[in-house]
Each structure stands twice: as structure tokens, then as C-alpha cells.
């Protein structure tokens, strides 16, 4: 199970995604503070792919989080493993890219960074022969 401190950073992110694409699909984010190349369409679309995963992650993580109703260790996992996808996802496109913005990149490496140390808690947990 994670700890209240995982929690809070678990619902920080996970409010943060939806927060994030509330903006995104209301298009009140000036352009200046969107990413680069973000003008172009195939750019778009390659964000706008990231929308069920995001929210799927973002849900999964707040019942996780917030409910004993189901298996939650289940449902975090699922959601920590989403994060950390998206997160790798966007820097390993900018890396390849050439954009460099610590604007973009520092919440993308909190994301795909963040749930590898609850993960690995969940993983020697759970694997027959490991130590808690």
C-alpha cells in the first residue's frame, strides 16, 4: 500500500493530469506555454494520444487512493505503471526531438520517475522469497 505521503503526491498527479487536459480541451493555454512545435498537427495528435492514457491512469490512481471498495493495490498499480509509461513516453519523444525545456520536462520526469519507487515496493511484496 502506498504511504500517506505517496498518496498525496499520487492524488497531486493524478488531479494534475486532469487539470491538464481540462486546459487543453478548453484551449485557454496561451500558446507561448505550450510545448515546442506544438502548432503542428501531427504534434497535436501525438499529445491528444496521450488522453485515455492519461485519464485512465488518473482515475485508477484516485480510487486507488481513496477507497478500500476494491482492490486498490491492483488499481494503483495499474495507475503508477500509466504515469511513469506517459511520462517516458513524452521525454523519450523530446529527447529524440531535440527540445529541451525544463518547464516540460521536470513534471514528465516527476512522472515517469515518482511511481517506480512505489512500484518496487508493490513488486518485492508480492514476489514469493523477497523481503518486505
Known sequence: MLTRPEKLIVLAIDIGL???WA???ARVLPPELLFDGYDRPE???WNWS????????????IIGTTTSRFNTTVLLTI??????????MAIGYWALSGFVDL???APNLVLLLFPLWPLARFLR????????
Open 18 to 20: 486532469i487539470v491538464y
Open 23 to 25: 486546459l487543453i480541451i
Open 43 to 45: 504534434v497535436q495528435a
Open 50 to 61: 496521450f488522453l485515455p492514457l492519461d485519464i485512465l491512469a488518473a482515475v485508477t490512481g
Open 79 to 88: 495507475s503508477l505503471v500509466l504515469t511513469s509509461t506517459a511520462g517516458g
Open 103 to 105: 518547464y516540460w520536462w
Open 125 to 132: 511484496h508480492t514476489v514469493p522469497g523477497q523481503q518486505p
